[in-house]
């Protein structure tokens, strides 16, 4: 790319608003890392991070007792600053292009952890919220990471039926449990993509989109119709994990 065009494609980075080829400057993204990122393991499950490892298989207490219908999750990073502004700036201000940015970190992340969906899927919105917002954050990081990975995506297979209350006003775990039961379905699918033709979802290793992953009670309840619905294997892949403090 010629010069005079790289210099007019420039952005201003989010974080520090210099100028830059990317949504977040190479010396903001390696602070943010050094800030906010550690080598604490994570619940293979739900992503949260483990205080310390009690059990083999890296899960946390409430995974290990109760294993939700999900079978692992990948999260980029915990719902902290500066993480945190950029999924409010996707959601609330239609920062559009923070989308790619999160697609690219679960792309390394999935490629770390050998992960090659068949189909990748967002957590949907209900109409209404979908019509106000105009977009969902979700499946704008979905669709850029079915790129990424060289698989199909679908905006169109999980359904919300209802609106709900948003997931982070609820107190606790039952109640978001209650909130989201019954609150999905999916579509009989069938249908052609460029990648790979998919006749009906039996034995499909799906991956589900979210910007950002409280309780898992959203994921949990998605998951259970997948696997109703054929799904050998589902894979959270989440951009950002509440931490463990504000989960319950």
Not at 189 to 209: M, N, T
Request: with cysteine.
């Amino acid at each position: 790319m010629p010069r005079v065009l790289r210099v007019a494609l420039q952005n201003r980075c989010f974080l520090c608003g210099n100028m830059s080829h990317l949504e977040i400057c190479r010396d903001c993204e390696l602070e943010a890392l050094e800030y906010s990122l550690d080598d604490a393991p994570r619940c293979a499950r739900c992503a949260l991070t483990l205080a310390r490892i009690d059990d083999p298989a890296l899960r946390c207490s409430r995974c290990a007792v109760e294993p939700p219908s999900f079978d692992a999750t990948l999260a980029f990073a915990d719902y902290s600053a500066p993480y945190d502004s950029l999924a409010l700036a996707l959601k609330f201000a239609a920062r559009l292009n923070l989308a790619g940015w999160f697609a690219r970190k679960l792309a390394q992340l999935a490629h770390y952890a050998d992960v090659r969906p068949d189909l990748i899927v967002p957590v949907p919105l209900a109409r209404s919220r979908l019509a106000q917002r105009g977009f969902n954050q979700s499946w704008e990081i979905a669709r850029v990471l079915g790129r990424l990975l060289d698989s199909n995506a679908s905006a169109t297979l999980v359904t919300r039926n209802r609106a709900t209350l948003p997931q982070s006003a609820l107190p606790d775990v039952h109640s978001r449990r209650t909130n989201v039961h019954g609150a999905f379905s999916v579509a009989q699918y069938q249908g052609f993509f460029a990648r790979k033709r998919i006749l009906s979802l039996d034995g499909l290793h799906l991956a589900v989109v979210d910007d950002v992953m409280t309780s898992g009670a959203t994921l949990n309840a998605l998951a259970q119709q997948l696997k109703q619905a054929g799904a050998a294997r589902v894979t959270n892949l989440v951009a950002l994990r509440t931490p463990a403090m504000y989960s319950d």
